[in-house]
């Protein structure tokens, strides 16, 4: 085989895959760059995002309408107020976490400088 007909196969399987991308829809890539082609091929996703989402007021809305109950001038929110008596329950089984100061790496500190 003479180096001119390898050459020819070459541009030929080049312009074979050429017209294929074209026929199947395909992008023709023959030095396989990256090209973030798979992200354009991706639908937009914008406004699917934008309806899955609350708007900035309309989460306020519900915050305010069913986390807090307005009592006189304070606000309450039942969630935190659970979560303030979990956290009594568990201190008053002393699984609670300790006070500042007196955790495992200051009683380390306290030991060292005895």
Do not use: H
């Amino acid at each position: 085989m003479s180096a001119k007909s390898v050459v020819t196969q070459a541009m030929r399987k080049l312009q074979v895959a050429e017209i294929s991308a074209k026929i199947f829809g395909n992008s023709f890539n023959p030095t396989g760059t990256r090209t973030g082609n798979y992200i354009l091929r991706q639908g937009f996703r914008g406004e699917n995002m934008v309806r899955y989402y609350p708007s900035k007021q309309e989460l306020n809305n519900i915050k305010v309408s069913k986390l807090s109950i307005q009592l006189g001038e304070k606000l309450y929110d039942p969630e935190e107020l659970d979560r303030l008596n979990v956290l009594d329950r568990r201190r008053a089984r002393g699984k609670g976490a300790p006070k500042k100061g007196q955790g495992k790496r200051a009683l380390l500190a306290k030991k060292k400088k005895k």
